[in-house]
């Protein structure tokens, strides 16, 4: 079974500074999606960014990009010039291209951005 | 556009017990999928649905099952509840193209608010 690991819990990082997120994945399969969702405190979740493994080139989304290292398995968020508004719960997710919706998620990481 | 809308927010029932959560998707997306968060086991995949067919099932026990209806609306029930069974359950609508087999598309998840169960 596919699983996804996010080892820091938590996070903090001074407003305007940057920081980065990890994301490490298993998976025996070369067609996934990877993703990155926020959570903000009793608000639903939304995509930040979106990664399709067969492109080598590393997403970006205005202040937030990733590092995607495909045969490393890892999938690190990164988050430029952090905006109070960034401090949420961060999930990283995968989904294999061929099951659908069925996305496995990492546990999380709660990021606090200090002002 | 409306976004994803789950009913009720909030409730609380007791061990036993049975409940039915419901989903409405965004207008236009046939695909609806159920995940169970909680604080010690993150977020779970329960199911998915596209157009009325449960085509993607996780590994709960068959005191969880959901169904959709031609609207795409969808609801999910857990029977005989327990105390475990205490979580937010999220409901998530997608765009997807087709329906069944390999090379499929299927679009980004779009959430709801989701469903906070309290099981006494």
């Known amino acids: 079974a596919q699983t996804v690991t996010q080892s820091q819990p938590e996070m903090s990082v001074q407003e305007a500074e940057t920081v980065t997120l990890s994301c490490t994945y298993d998976?025996?399969?070369?067609?996934?999606?990877l993703f990155w969702y926020k959570q903000p405190p009793s608000r639903q979740m939304i995509l930040v960014i979106r990664?399709?493994?067969?492109?080598?080139q590393n997403a970006t989304e205005n202040r937030f990009s990733v590092n995607f290292q495909k045969a490393a398995k890892s999938f690190s968020l990164k988050i430029s010039d952090s905006q109070l508004g960034d401090a949420a719960m961060y999930f990283c997710?995968?989904?294999?291209?061929?099951?659908?919706?069925?996305?496995?998620f990492g546990t999380g990481t709660s990021l606090t951005v200090i002002p | 556009k409306a976004g994803v809308t789950q009913t009720p927010r909030y409730l609380i029932k007791t061990r036993g017990q049975q409940v039915t959560l419901s989903c409405s998707p965004i207008?236009?997306?046939?695909?609806v999928s159920w995940y169970q968060q909680t604080p010690g086991q993150g977020l779970q995949f329960l199911f998915e649905?596209?157009?009325?067919?449960?085509?993607n099932k996780g590994n709960f026990p068959g005191r969880f099952s959901g169904r959709q209806f031609s609207n795409s609306r969808s609801e999910m029930n857990v029977s005989t509840l327990e105390l475990g069974d205490s979580a937010l359950y999220l409901c998530?609508?997608?765009?997807?193209?087709?329906?069944?087999?390999?090379?499929?598309?299927?679009?980004?998840?779009?959430f709801g608010e989701g469903s906070r169960l309290t099981v006494l």
């Open positions: 997710a995968y989904r294999y291209t061929y099951t659908g919706n069925q996305f496995y």
């Open positions: 649905y596209f157009s009325e067919t449960q085509r």
């Open positions: 207008s236009g997306h046939r695909s």
């Open positions: 998976t025996s399969e070369s067609d996934y999606y």
């Open positions: 990664q399709e493994a067969y492109k080598q």
């Open positions: 998530a609508s997608s765009l997807a193209t087709a329906s069944g087999g390999p090379g499929y598309a299927a679009g980004e998840l779009f």
